[in-house]
């Protein structure tokens, strides 16, 4: 499934970053496949505020579709 898909306050695991530009971008913030991210907030026609390890990120919309992840991370 894709990103733009989860649910303000689900919890997944990272499957698969499709755009290179955007996988650069989340391995500086030491999200890789297999990490777990929780999605703190989906803002109406806007980014995807997303937590990982104690650090909150925000990501737009068009790069949140060339995320894959999958349910199943720990709430």
């Known amino acids: 499934m ?3 898909e ?3 306050g689900e919890t997944v695991n990272l499957v698969r970053i499709g755009d290179e530009e955007t996988r650069t971008q989340f391995i ?3 999200i890789s496949e297999g990490s ?3 999605c703190l907030e989906r803002i109406p ?3 995807f505020m997303l937590s990982h390890n ?3 990120i925000a990501i737009g919309r068009e790069a949140a579709r ?3 992840v999958r349910k ?3 709430q």
């Open 2 to 4: 894709c990103l733009t």
């Open 6 to 8: 989860i649910k303000r």
């Open 28 to 30: 500086r913030f030491g």
């Open 36 to 38: 777990r991210i929780r």
């Open 45 to 47: 026609f806007g980014p």
């Open 54 to 56: 104690n650090q909150e």
């Open 66 to 68: 060339s995320i894959f």
């Open 72 to 74: 199943g991370g720990l």
